[in-house]
């Protein structure tokens, strides 16, 4: 049993074309690349518009606010998360859009559910780049029905 | 062009072990080519085209080399546990385009002995931005299913009964793993692994393998064996979308349309289906992609017997599958086409035997669950359709 919030930080490989990205996250900041020809935000950090074929691709700063697609408390972890468990592997829909893969953090994982409402916060990898994880807030409107 | 019956799966064969520490890979590789080759009444010499997963490197030479074959021609198109089915696809188009005229396709692994290690792939655009959050196998299905539960209302006991279906047609098959008819209430007894899916809710860990062999109606009418006909194949990779996922379908609805309408078929036309069953989840998802149920349908469509053969509403994997007969290398794709191959020949056990079985279908699901994942659908016929 892990303690809340003591998840592992495994430190992510960073090459060039996603660096900005992870750079950004040492400050604090969740970027979102958008396409400046068909205006899509997607993820994950690329700089091709799959929906489009452009490469005129820019950065832009996420609110880090969202609900959770999907969540599922993983009972069993392995490599770094051998002696982690139980955690929450989630999907986050982030208000621009995408569903971006992460974990529900700061809570019983038991008390994580679709459709709650979470915001972003940062897990030092202490190799110049964080983690972007998410803890519940509360609820506002009607994020939390079903699309 | 199509490739209806420009095809037909001559020889197949089934490796009986399960757990296998005194055999090589090359050697489960060699042992399941010479009992394909020897079903369909061919040797390695008649061999011209040679298909895996290039589970060595560079593809499928060195199997070629260690099998001593004269080849002009090999894929090793991986795509996980659907890549068999793909390539029986695959071979199916290069006979029908006269490129060779006998292909053997193999396959084998040994995580049961060996542990089974999650394939990942550091230098993989996406790797950095998932793996870091801890995804297990059963963790990313685990997302497809809670999502689906969410939306459509789908129950574990629904998804139990899948592994009671399973279980049920594993009873009659000497060499399955997991002999024991299991009930709802065992499937959810058994640990939470990710919730909601159970360790019953997932498939076995096996060494072994299997191969089969495709030829064309030239070959195939000079042997004495009962063939099976190829009557359409599809595939179709789903991914991410740009972060737009939907974990609720897979890939199978796009794979399942295009087979079906290369085979001239309807999903109401198929007597027997074998479905990848990684997970319950996984079988729930693709009847309803396939067709077979309406969106959303699937746990009605699975409860009260619907899959067990031979009355159910959709007979399916009569050997029980990788829930509980094998899943030799964490990869289904190939145990499914050898049971559709032995429904079409009646050569399935007797209890499980789907009657008058003309059409079968053989899908595939490969790497992960709606999220980034390989699809491939195989509509295969009875010698004679
Ligand atoms: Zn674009």
């Known amino acids: ?147 | 062009m199509s490739i209806r019956g420009k095809a037909f799966i001559a020889g197949a064969y089934e490796h009986p072990g399960r757990e296998l520490p005194d055999l090589s890979l090359a050697q489960i590789h060699a042992e399941v080519a010479l009992g394909a080759l020897a079903d369909a009444g061919l040797s390695l010499s008649d061999v011209n085209a040679y298909f895996c997963d290039g589970q060595f490197g560079f593809g499928g030479i060195s199997m070629a080399d260690y099998l001593g074959l004269s080849v002009r021609y090999t894929d090793s198109t991986n795509t996980g546990g659907s890549s068999y089915i793909g390539h029986v696809g695959h071979a199916a188009a290069a006979i029908a385009a006269g490129k060779f005229d006998v292909a053997l396709i193999t396959m084998a692994g040994k995580p049961r002995t060996q542990g089974r290690v999650r394939p990942t792939f550091q230098i993989a655009p996406e790797y950095a931005f998932e793996e870091v959050f801890g995804p297990t196998t059963l963790g990313m299905y685990a997302l497809a299913a809670s999502r689906h539960m969410y939306e459509y209302g789908t129950t574990s006991e629904q998804l139990a009964e899948i592994r009671v279906a399973a279980s049920w047609h594993a009873q009659f098959n000497p060499h399955a793993l997991m002999r024991t008819p299991v009930t709802v209430e065992d499937v959810l007894a058994s640990p939470m692994v990710s919730d909601p899916l159970h360790r019953l809710d997932s498939c076995l860990i096996t060494d072994g393998g299997g191969a089969v062999v495709v030829v064309s109606p030239d070959v195939a009418r000079s042997l004495d064996r009962q063939c099976v006909k190829v009557l359409g194949h599809g595939e179709a990779a789903k991914h991410l979308g740009g972060g737009r996922i939907d974990l609720t379908y897979t890939g199978a609805v796009w794979s399942g349309p295009q087979a079906f309408e290369e085979a001239g078929i309807t999903p109401a036309d198929v007597d027997y289906a074998s479905i990848y069953d990684s997970f319950t989840i996984t079988v729930l998802q693709i009847v309803e992609d396939l067709g077979f149920c309406e969106k959303g349908q699937g746990g009605a469509f699975v409860s009260d017997g619907g899959l067990i053969a031979p009355d159910g509403r959709l007979p399916f994997n009569t050997d029980g599958g990788g829930l509980c007969n094998n899943h030799p290398a964490s990869r289904g794709g190939m145990t499914k086409i050898i049971e559709a191959v032995r429904q079409l020949r009646g050569e399935a056990a007797p209890q499980v035997q789907v009657r008058d079985c003309e059409i079968a279908v053989a899908h595939g699901n490969g790497g992960s669950l709606a999220t980034r994942t390989g699809a491939a659908t195989l509509v295969l016929g009875r010698e004679d359709t």
Request: aromatic share 8%; proline share 10%; hydrophobic share 35%.
């Open chain 1, 1 to 147: 049993m892990s303690e809340l919030g003591s998840l592992p930080t495994p430190v992510p490989p960073v090459n060039p074309e996603t660096r900005v990205f992870w750079d950004a996250t040492a400050n604090g900041r969740l970027l979102l690349p958008r396409c400046t020809v068909c205006g899509s935000v997607f993820w994950y950090p690329k700089t091709l518009c799959g929906a489009c074929g452009s490469v005129a691709v820019e950065w832009i700063e996420s609110s880090g606010l969202g609900i959770v697609y999907s969540c599922t408390v993983t009972r069993r972890g392995v490599g770094d998360y051998r002696d982690a468990v139980p955690y929450v592997l989630a999907y986050v829909e982030l208000d621009e859009g995408p569903r971006v893969m992460t974990n529900i953090v700061d809570c019983p994982p038991e008390d994580v559910a679709i459709g709650q409402r979470v915001a972003v916060v940062f897990h030092d990898t202490g190799a110049g780049c964080s983690l972007p994880r998410f803890r519940p807030v509360a609820q506002t409107g009607s994020q939390g029905l079903p699309s």
